[in-house]
């Protein structure tokens, strides 16, 4: 299979090459040439699969062409050694909880993936690979652990000064290994910058291989459309019918986007829901056909705070660049603070069930917009402990019980490298390297 960029002014390249590279060089990102739709059988079957088996029939359908099936089932396997249960709520509306990983967040199943995929196609390469990634707070715990001690490649994690929570600092800080996190005073945006122009620079790629781990490599966002499969298939195997819809807290829109691939690949959803807090870009879009990026805002939804969602060039390549195809499938909702908050406190006291401030927007949202006959699956993508400060503002003190694999993390020493948002400054320190 090949992968074509979004800007099409480059020839398509393999699968190694989309996940070496991660941006395509014309700046834009990468798709694959064709989504292969699944025969009707696989969707008859899979209420009696488990996770691991469906999501390798899914990496299967995605990437089987380009790598060896057993190696492909072992990268799977190895990725996937947790759950993705689905949890029912009142008002025909489930939790699929997607923070069941090492890290507690939906990130996990990407980050692991891609490190095992890259592995795989860098045996026998003689040069250093550098993964560089930006991040509001999760991916780079995901990426940082799922990349912790591979041999052949060095990670490099940029993030906002005091923007993100202690939890998530010390979860890609107190590695050591093969991770390095640079503390970068300024926004997530200025990192996703940063990132952006060391991929674009000739001088750094002339001297050093240069990857991303954010959703905008291939391997990193595509298998999350296990979820949606799992989701479907969880759903079935309890009996519960209706038309499906799903609701996607979204920030960088890599989660929504594999969502969208699910479907085109004959998973049977009827719709889906985006939602933001107040960087509501993409809310704006759905609502008048324009796309403008700005400035992020700070919010208590964090992993959400994003002002140029980098995969919404892959959404409207799905939909021919037709608003009127994209909100046939997708509406939009967008909640401040106080509202997260308020929906916090409500499914608390109501429905006994905890939510991080993430996956509270998804709820509010699929609760405001769901129909007679849908069932709604809204994505709990972090558990609320990586949140302790804000659950517990909202919720009240001791709410949170933190688990075992968090409090792990916070016994670690935080060690990182201060970097300012220059663009300079950051290519000097790769080139000391
Ligand atoms: C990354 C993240 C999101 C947003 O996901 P995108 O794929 O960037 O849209 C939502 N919630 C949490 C907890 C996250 O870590």
Redesign the pocket.
């Known amino acids: 299979m090949k992968y074509y960029s979004t800007n099409k002014s480059i020839p398509a390249v393999s699968l190694m090459e989309a996940v070496t590279k991660g941006l395509a060089s014309d700046n834009g990102l990468f798709m694959p040439e064709r989504i292969d739709v699944f025969a009707s059988d696989f969707f008859r079957q899979i209420p009696e699969m488990s996770f691991q088996e469906i999501s390798f029939r899914v990496a299967r359908q995605l990437f089987g062409e380009d790598i060896d099936e057993q190696i492909l089932k072992e990268i799977v396997y190895d990725t996937l050694s947790f759950d993705c249960p689905v949890v029912p709520l009142n008002n025909n509306i489930y939790s699929l909880e997607l923070f069941h990983g090492p890290t507690l967040?939906?990130?996990d199943v990407g980050g692991r993936f891609m490190a095992r995929l890259l592995a795989h196609f860098l045996q026998g390469f003689e040069r250093e690979v550098n993964v560089l990634v930006a991040t509001?707070?999760?991916?780079g715990s995901?990426v940082a652990n799922g990349f912790l001690g591979v041999p052949g490649i060095k990670v490099f994690v940029l993030y906002p000064k005091g923007l993100v929570s202690d939890i998530q600092e010390k979860q890609f800080t107190t590695l050591g290994k093969n991770i390095t996190a640079l503390e970068v005073d300024g926004t997530f945006d200025d990192c996703q910058r940063l990132v952006k122009s060391a991929f674009l620079d000739q001088e750094l790629n002339d001297s050093m291989v240069l990857t991303s781990a954010n959703?905008i490599n291939v391997a990193r966002?595509l298998p999350?459309s296990f979820y949606y499969f799992n989701a479907y298939a969880r759903l079935q195997e309890a009996g519960i019918k209706g038309d499906l819809v799903f609701s996607?807290?979204?920030?960088?829109?890599?989660?929504?986007?594999?969502g969208l691939f699910a479907k085109r690949m004959g998973l049977p959803v009827n719709r889906f829901i985006a939602a933001n807090n107040e960087n509501d870009i993409v809310y704006q879009y759905l609502k008048t056909g324009k796309y403008e990026p700005r400035s992020s805002v700070a919010t208590i939804?964090n992993?959400?705070d994003?002002g140029a969602?980098s995969?919404f060039a892959r959404i409207l390549e799905l939909y021919g660049h037709s608003h009127t195809d994209i909100v046939t499938y997708m509406v939009g909702y967008r909640y401040s603070d106080a509202e997260i908050r308020g929906t916090m406190k409500k499914v608390f006291i109501e429905e006994n069930y905890m939510l991080?401030p993430?996956?509270a927007v998804g709820y509010r949202a699929l609760n405001a917009d769901l129909k007679a006959g849908e069932v709604g699956v809204f994505?709990e993508?972090?558990h609320p402990a990586?949140f302790t400060e804000t659950v517990e503002n909202v919720l009240g003190k001791g709410t949170v019980i933190m688990p075992e694999k968090l409090a792990e993390f916070m016994k670690g020493e935080k060690l990182s490298i201060p970097m300012s948002t220059s663009f300079s400054d950051f290519k000097d320190y790769l080139l000391k390297k």
């Open positions: 967040a939906f990130k509001s707070g999760d991916t995901a959703s966002f999350q996607v807290p979204s920030g960088n829109f890599g989660n929504l986007t594999a939804a992993a959400m994003v969602p995969n991080d993430h996956g994505l993508t972090a990586k």
